[in-house]
């Protein structure tokens, strides 16, 4: 589901750029034990591209491919993002195009909250990713996306929403599996956390 007016300007503006390069870069740094440095790695719904920027910057990645089911989102990253080692594309979540088991991490800076079948997309999520590669998220709960501000400001899907625990259990039923907790911050406006695509037995 693509954004409206308004939570678009509450994404695209310096204010939520620095906060992804300081704040949010360094709980992922956190989370993913130092970084993803020289990895081949998915950013699912990009937005502006400010998350491809922080991947390759702020946690070393090599390579990011990045989508965006808005084509002017992709229009603002392709702008963003040029000359960068980035590929970007128009994509459904759902129906990733790369190949099954081709990269070694995948980040989700809160997308999978917009997505109305979300555990389709934590599948395709656990498809692409090659065994022992990392998932790093953010996300919003369904209780915040039922508050007045949530409802009256934005446009979410209204069913099938979760908590970080129902997130947490779709991550695990694909073979996802994480190491700590799942954090709470922003007031608990957001949860992020880290998981693991299980190796196969030797
Ligand atoms: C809250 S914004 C976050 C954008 C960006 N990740 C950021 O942090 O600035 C959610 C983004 O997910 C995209 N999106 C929604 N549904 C999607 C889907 N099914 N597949 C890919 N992207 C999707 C929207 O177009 C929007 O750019």
């Known amino acids: 589901m693509k954004l409206n007016a308004f939570e678009r300007a509450a994404m695209n503006n310096p204010v939520r ?26 950013e699912v719904g990009c937005g502006r591209g400010v998350g491809a920027e922080v991947i390759l910057d702020r946690l070393g990645a090599a390579w990011v491919a ?7 989102m992709v229009e603002l990253a392709q702008r963003r993002l040029h000359g960068r080692p980035v590929q970007l594309s128009v994509g459904d ?12 991490a995948v980040v989700d800076f ?3 909250h917009h997505v109305p079948d979300w555990q389709q997309a934590v ?13 790093l998220f953010e ?13 009256t400001f934005t446009v979410h899907p209204h069913e099938n929403r979760f908590q970080p625990g129902d997130f947490a259990d779709e991550l695990a039923r694909n073979g996802l599996h994480g190491s700590g907790e799942i954090e709470r911050h922003l007031g608990g406006m957001v949860f992020v956390g880290a998981v ?7």
């Open 17 to 42: 750029a620095a906060h992804q390069h300081h704040r949010e870069a360094a709980w992922f740094r956190r989370l993913s034990g130092g970084g993803l440095s020289g990895q081949q790695v998915l």
């Open 66 to 72: 990045a989508f965006d089911l808005d084509e002017s």
């Open 93 to 104: 979540v759902c129906e990733i195009a790369q190949p099954t088991a081709s990269v070694d």
């Open 110 to 112: 809160g997308i999978i």
């Open 123 to 135: 599948a395709e999520i656990a498809r692409v990713l090659r065994p022992g590669g990392l998932v």
């Open 139 to 151: 996300e919003v709960p369904r209780e915040m996306l039922d508050t007045w501000a949530f409802r």
């Open 196 to 202: 693991r695509k299980t190796e196969p037995a030797p």
